[in-house]
C-alpha cells in the first residue's frame, strides 16, 4: 500500500523558516517525480514545486521560487520541503504527493497533510 | 501560465441524477506526440486530502467507480457524474500537468445534494 507522512508543519513568525519532511512506502521511490501542494484555510490547491526522481529537475510555483527549496533522499525514501523567508500567505496545510510518473506531474497519492502557520 | 477556469462555482443535484463540471484551459493541452491531453481531476472531500479521479483527461484512476467519466480535449474539459450518490457531495479541482510549469489547478466546485 502506497504511504506518505508529511511532518515538520509548525507555527512559525513571519520571516522564519521550516522544514517538510515527507517519509513514503510502499512504492519504489526512487522510481517517480514527487510533488508538493498547498491549500490555505478554506481555500483551493496550489502546486507549490515538484522534483524529478533522480532529482536533475527541480520546478517551482513563482510564489516561492527563490524561498523554497524541493529536495529528497532517495536512500532514505524520504521528500523535504525547506522553506525560507516565510509569509504570512503561506499558511496553508502541505500535502506531499507522488507524481503519476517520472514525467506525468499529476498526483497519484497524496498525504494526510501538514500545517504550517505563519503569524506573529 | 496556463490559466484553469471551472464553472459553475458549485451545483446542487439530486440523488441519482447526473452532475457536470465543466474546466476550461488558456491553452491547448492536447500533445500530438503522445496523443494525449495533460488534464487530471480530483476529488476532495472535507477534511480529507484530494484524490485522483481522472487522468489524461479521460482515464479512469483504479478503484473509481464507472459514474465518474472524463471527457474533452484542447481546451475544453468536463466531468461528469451519473447516478449521483451521497458520497459525491466533494470539491472536484481540474488540474493541468503540460510543460512547462506552473502546473495550475483549477478554482474548485462544489457538488452538492439538491
Known amino acids: 500500500e502506497v504511504q506518505l507522512v508529511e511532518s515538520g508543519g509548525g507555527l512559525v513568525k513571519p520571516g522564519g523558516s521550516l522544514r517538510l519532511s515527507c517519509a513514503v512506502s510502499g512504492f519504489t521511490f526512487s522510481s517517480y517525480s514527487m510533488n508538493w501542494v498547498r491549500q490555505a484555510p478554506g481555500k483551493g490547491l496550489e502546486w507549490v514545486a515538484s522534483i524529478f526522481s533522480s532529482s536533475t529537475y527541480t520546478y517551482y510555483a513563482e510564489s516561492v521560487k527563490g524561498r523554497f527549496t524541493i529536495s529528497r533522499d532517495n536512500a532514505k525514501d524520504s521528500l523535504y520541503l525547506q522553506m525560507n523567508s516565510l509569509r504570512a500567505e503561506d499558511t496553508a496545510v502541505y500535502y506531499c504527493a507522488r507524481a503519476g510518473g517520472n514525467w506525468e506531474y499529476f498526483s497519484d497519492h497524496w498525504g494526510q497533510g501538514t500545517l504550517v502557520t505563519v503569524s506573529s | 501560465d496556463i490559466v484553469m477556469t471551472q464553472s459553475p462555482d458549485s451545483l446542487a443535484v439530486s440523488l441519482g441524477e447526473r452532475a457536470t463540471i465543466n474546466c476550461k484551459s488558456s491553452?491547448?493541452?492536447?500533445?500530438?506526440?503522445?496523443?494525449?491531453?495533460?488534464l487530471a481531476w480530483y476529488q476532495q472531500k472535507p477534511g480529507q486530502p484530494p484524490k485522483l479521479l481522472i487522468y489524461?483527461?479521460?482515464t479512469r484512476e483504479s478503484g473509481v467507480p464507472d459514474r465518474f467519466i472524463g471527457s474533452g480535449s484542447g481546451t475544453d474539459f468536463a466531468l461528469t457524474i451519473n447516478n449521483l450518490q451521497a458520497e459525491d457531495v466533494a470539491v472536484y479541482y481540474c488540474q493541468h500537468y503540460y510543460s512547462p510549469p506552473p502546473w495550475t489547478f483549477g478554482e474548485g466546485t462544489e457538488v452538492e445534494i439538491k
Open positions: 491553452q491547448s493541452l492536447f500533445y500530438s506526440a503522445n496523443n494525449k491531453n495533460y
Open positions: 489524461w483527461a479521460s
